[in-house]
């Protein structure tokens, strides 16, 4: 059965994950400290895993938790990917996917809640995805020469997971919505 409590160790620590977001901003943006940054967001990426882990090891799966996750890791995303914007142009393209894949998937994951009641959780493409966009972002973040073909490839291959991952949301929320026969 799901916990429908609030302060559950999971949601302390995406709570704090949302907290690191002006720390890194300060750390990238102000102090030009990009080693400092790219901690900050290793220690973001590394704490989503570990509330995931706590989440289902100690059966702290909430609601709450499955809705305020995937935001916190977006707002993190979003965040170090603008800042990243200003050294590496092409970083917009992801900035741009995301902002539409999630703007896309969001509403229709709420219609397809209204719908069926049940708030559904990550899947694979979805971790898989905000895997290689963290190791993407602290690469660009500590790598200060990264040369412009390697630049390029990472958001390419970034970019194509995000996609791919829209693609398979976009598809998951059809069926919970019934507009897919399948």
Known sequence: MKNRKILTIPNIITFFRICLIPVILKLYCIDRDYVGAAIAIAASGLTDVVDGI????????????????????????????????????LMIIPVAIIAVKELVTGVMSLAAVKKSGKVEGAVWHGKLNTVILYAVMVLHVIWIGIPSAVSCVLIVL??????????????????ALGKDKK
């Open 54 to 89: 706590i989440a289902r090891e100690f059966n702290m799966v909430s609601d709450l938790g499955k809705a305020l996750d995937p935001v916190a890791d977006k707002l993190t995303q979003l965040a170090v990917m603008v800042c990243l914007v200003s050294r590496f142009h």
């Open 158 to 175: 970034s970019s194509c997971m995000m996609i791919f991952s829209a693609v398979m949301y976009f598809r998951r929320n059809m069926k």
